[in-house]
C-alpha cells in the first residue's frame, strides 16, 4: 500500500493543503472518471482492472495515474494520468510520476498526443526522452503519438 503523505509543491505556502498519495481500487473509479472528465472532457481511459495511483488532496481526488508492467519485468507503461483543473500546476502529476519511479529500475513508457506541447514538456523536465512516433495512434481524430521513455 501506497499511502505516503507529501508536501505541496514548493511554490505552495505552509498552509497548503494535506496531500496524501493512494493505490487506487474499483472503489475509485468514478472518482477517477470524474478527474478525467474535468480534465478532459470526454472519458479516454476506462477503469477496469488497471493499477493506479491517485492523491488525494484534502479529502477528494486532484490527480491519477493509471500503469501496467509490460510483458518484460523490468519495463513499464504509463496508461493515463490526469489531474483535476483545479488542481493544476500543484504539483500532483509531478509527485505521482516520481512516486511511480520509485523503488522501480528499467523503462518506464508513455505515449503523448504530437500537438501535447505541455504533456511533452512536462515529460522531458522528468527526465523523459522522445523515442519515437505512432501515426494515427489516437481513435478519436487519426492523430499521432509520441513514444517517450524514461529509463530509471
Known amino acids: 500500500m501506497v499511502d505516503t503523505e ?3 509543491a514548493p511554490c505552495r505556502a505552509a498552509e497548503g493543503p494535506r496531500v496524501i498519495i493512494r493505490e487506487g481500487t474499483t472503489a475509485h473509479h468514478r472518482a477517477a472518471e470524474a478527474v478525467q472528465l474535468a ?55 509531478r509527485k505521482l510520476v516520481q512516486t511511480f519511479c ?8 508513455i505515449e503523448v498526443r504530437e500537438s501535447n506541447w505541455g504533456s511533452r514538456a512536462f515529460y522531458k523536465s522528468l527526465g523523459f526522452v522522445e523515442t519515437g512516433r505512432r501515426h494515427a495512434y489516437y481513435e478519436n481524430n487519426r492523430e499521432g503519438a509520441i513514444v517517450m521513455k524514461l529509463r530509471i
Do not use: C, N
Open 102 to 109: 520509485d523503488g522501480r529500475e528499467g523503462d518506464i513508457f
Open 39 to 93: 480534465a478532459f472532457d470526454h472519458i479516454h481511459w476506462p477503469f477496469t482492472d488497471d493499477l493506479f495511483l491517485w492523491v488525494e488532496v484534502d479529502g477528494e481526488m486532484g490527480a491519477y495515474l493509471v500503469w501496467r508492467q509490460t510483458a518484460y519485468p523490468d519495463e513499464f507503461e504509463i496508461l493515463s494520468l490526469a489531474t483535476h483543473p483545479k488542481h493544476q500546476r500543484k504539483g500532483l502529476a
Open 6 to 8: 507529501i508536501q505541496p
